[in-house]
């Protein structure tokens, strides 16, 4: 990079790089025109226990350049990921002056950022070498961001320029979700970026050793005590409900547990399972009684806690997979709805459920529990109580948001 530039300083773990920052850099550029921008890729700190933040980290880097590339405004620096650990903004624009001996370096800020400024180390020191870009979280909404710069920060009040402009606020945790279930995502990332989110699998879910070792022993469980089709089915549910719990921000390795475990004891003859329920102590209400598919709900999580020690959690989501219940968990939603829409079930009204499935759970969750009330009514089967008190209180929320 040439000397005496004026640059301007866009940091963020980029994971992935979305329209969001794009939109922001694009902003400053025609606001203040800064000689360049540069995409500060920064080093996810040691206490957040990425997994395969090695790999990871190769990705950020390409997503960066991949989203950058038809700008030549725009450039990318791995000067604080190479570096690694806890990067301080002092010492990464101390370095960068050193460096490039620009004529100005700015930062630029979002809103809360500017406004916590005062907690970042130096960040007196940081006003003198560097001015400030601050954006609103939208238009118009400017005030909070002046009562600082004109109060806490009136001695560098010359040094920070507010740029009252449209943002685009997308949340990258969301972003990588959608991209773990397969959901388009080039409404949120370059073409570039999604493209290499896609060939790379960046954003494929990934367990910590000591839990992969636990899981994998489920596994093997599983795959003894069901037929070959159920197991499928099962790591289905496995996949389906780590993906729902990705999206929504529930526990993935929970959601991984309950999906393997959940029909563990499904294929037991009925004899076999009225074993269970005496060894165990269950008492059976009539429904039950009547109807022994709904067995297997009861039984499985006695036994996945037996051989796993699995927690409530868990053994709840499994209890109530095929009636459901009033105010379900949000892992009890998602083992309900994996177990309804995992990728090897074939009904009419499926893909419109997974569709809605990842727009808003208890929507989905409702329609799930009223298809399968219509289903036992065509069988003629028994409806458990725990089902329509599952959507009776569906019902009363969404009258009462
Ligand atoms: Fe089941
Ligand atoms: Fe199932």
Not at 184 to 209: F, L, W
Not at 280 to 301: F, N, R, V
Request: net charge negative; hydrophobic share 40%.
């Amino acid at each position: 990079m040439e000397k005496n530039l004026d640059i301007a300083m866009l940091g963020g773990t980029f994971n992935p790089i979305h329209n969001g920052h794009l939109h922001a850099a694009r902003v400053v550029l025609e606001t203040l025109s800064p000689d360049c921008i540069i995409f500060m890729v920064s080093a996810i700190p040691p206490h957040k226990q990425v997994e395969h933040e090695a790999e990871l980290r190769e990705h950020r880097l390409n997503m960066t350049y991949a989203a950058t590339k038809d700008e030549p405004r725009f450039v990318v620096s791995d000067m604080e990921i190479r570096n690694g650990g806890i990067n301080y903004t002092i010492d990464t624009v101390t370095r960068l002056k050193e460096l490039y001996e620009p004529r100005r370096i700015s930062l630029i800020l979002g809103t809360d950022m500017f406004l916590s400024f005062e907690k970042w180390k130096n960040y007196d020191k940081i006003f003198k070498i560097c001015e400030l870009i601050v954006l609103p979280r939208f238009k118009g909404s400017t005030e909070e961001i002046i009562q600082k710069r004109d109060t806490d920060f009136a001695r560098w009040r010359d040094r920070i320029h507010i740029i009252d402009a449209d943002v685009i606020e997308l949340s990258s945790t969301r972003i990588r979700a959608l991209a773990t279930v397969g959901a388009d995502i080039s409404k949120y990332v370059p073409q570039g970026v999604a493209e290499y989110i896609k060939a790379n699998d960046v954003y494929k879910h990934r367990m910590t050793e000591a839990v992969a070792k636990e899981y994998r022993r489920m596994e093997d469980t599983a795959r003894e005590r069901v037929s070959d089709r159920r197991f499928k089915h099962s790591l289905g549910v496995s996949d389906t409900a780590v993906q729902l719990a990705m999206l929504n921000e529930a526990d993935e390795n929970d959601a991984r547990m309950a999906g393997i475990l959940h029909d563990i004891t499904k294929e037991l003859t009925f004899e076999q399972q009225m074993e269970l329920v005496a060894k165990y102590g269950i008492e059976l209400d009539d429904t039950e009684k009547q109807e022994p598919k709904l067995l297997h709900a009861i039984t499985s999580p006695k036994v996945a806690k037996e051989l796993f020690d699995v927690s409530d959690d868990i053994a709840n989501a499994i209890r109530y997979h095929t009636t459901g219940r009033a105010d379900m968990t949000l892992l009890e939603k998602i083992l309900y709805l994996a177990d309804y829409m995992e990728p090897s079930r074939d009904f009419e009204g499926v893909e419109p459920l997974r569709e809605l499935t990842y727009k808003n759970i208890d929507e989905a969750l409702l329609l799930a529990l009223q298809m399968s009330v219509q289903e036992v009514k065509n069988k003629g089967g028994h409806l458990h109580s725990d089902t329509l008190e599952a959507i009776d209180f569906l019902k009363a929320k969404k009258q009462n948001a």
